[in-house]
């Protein structure tokens, strides 16, 4: 999420400790240290078996700790979730007039798997209480997106319209 949040938006999201990885870590580094203490009362293959499981379960830790974040929209103190569709890149103008228009369930006739085309790429964050929604729309030029378009927050009329084609989208 960090592409769609980087600085366009300053003050309305903050980033905090997902609370359920941070402890999972704690536990699994727990198990580790027990495994490594284990370990050293043992010989020939249990003492490698059990010294491989500790580092498993410190790797394991460490990628819990790094992704136990979560994106908070501040206004409402909402948990964001992103969502990302793909479309043919020619038909990037098109969908940026679908976007700027609120016609969003016209998106859906535009949608294309990553594996069959792509090239556009429309990043959608949403609030798990529905309240706010915001896009971004990329083009994909040689080795990285570009954005088409900044930070768009969408109308408070139009945002279970745009929430319900994003998510049906997403699961076609």
Same mark, same amino acid.
């Given at each position: 999420m960090k592409s769609i949040l980087n600085g366009s938006a300053e003050g309305k999201f903050s980033v905090v400790a997902n609370k359920k990885a941070v402890a999972l870590a704690v536990v699994l580094l727990l198990v580790a240290v027990v495994a490594f203490v284990m370990a050293g009362k043992m010989s020939g293959l249990a003492y490698i078996g059990t010294v491989l499981l500790g580092f498993v379960f410190v790797i394991v830790a460490l990628i819990k700790f790094i992704g136990g974040r979560e994106? %908070?929209?501040?206004?409402?103190?909402?948990?964001?979730?992103?969502?990302?569709?793909?479309?043919?890149?020619?038909?990037?103008?098109? %969908?940026?007039? %679908?976007?700027?228009?609120?016609?969003?369930?016209?998106?859906?006739d535009h949608k294309t798997d990553l594996k069959t085309g792509g090239g556009a790429r429309l990043d959608a964050i949403i609030t798990e209480d529905g309240k706010?929604?915001?896009?971004?729309?990329?083009v994909y030029v040689p080795y990285s997106y570009e954005p088409v378009t900044e930070l768009v927050d969408v109308n408070p009329s139009n945002i279970k319209q745009f929430v319900e084609t994003v998510r049906y989208c997403v699961k076609r």
């Open positions: 994106y %908070i929209y501040n206004p409402t103190h909402s948990r964001l979730s992103k969502e990302t569709i793909f479309f043919d890149i020619s038909n990037s103008t098109q %969908i940026r007039n %679908i976007l700027e228009s609120g016609e969003y369930k016209k998106l859906v706010y929604a915001a896009y971004q729309l990329y």
